[in-house]
């Protein structure tokens, strides 16, 4: 499985942003897809998560201004940000699970500035 993500960049706060992640390869046991983030000097963290139900979990951090989508046609994962804070400012990760098997994208740097 390879993911390709996109969308980052420079935004001001109070702004949007939107991440996209396609998947490619062998995804049909793909569970659940979602995006970590990582910001200098902290752990890596849980951001939002939609299984292939399409439940969907998000960090208390950023519920009520992040949505995360899929698209299962397009193999494809999507994360709106609003309202974006200087505290979301991070390098963003998209993962994928199978059973038994994690998988990650290369990160795409989100800076939250003015």
């Known amino acids: 499985v390879q993911l390709q993500a996109s969308g980052g960049g420079l935004v001001q706060p109070g702004g949007s942003l939107r991440l996209s992640c396609a998947a490619s390869?062998?995804?049909?046991?793909?569970?659940?897809m979602g995006w970590y983030r990582q910001a200098p000097g902290k752990q890596r963290e849980l951001v939002a998560a939609?299984?292939?139900?399409?439940?969907?979990n998000y960090a208390d951090s950023v519920k009520g201004r992040f949505t995360i989508s899929r698209d299962n046609a397009k193999n494809t994962v999507y994360l709106q940000m609003n309202s974006l804070k200087p505290e979301d400012t991070a390098v963003y990760y998209c993962?994928?699970?199978?059973?038994?098997?994690?998988?990650w994208g290369q990160g795409t740097q989100v800076t939250v500035s003015s």
């Open positions: 993962n994928a699970k199978s059973a038994t098997n994690d998988y």
């Open positions: 390869g062998s995804i049909g046991r793909l569970n659940a």
């Open positions: 939609i299984t292939s139900g399409g439940s969907t």
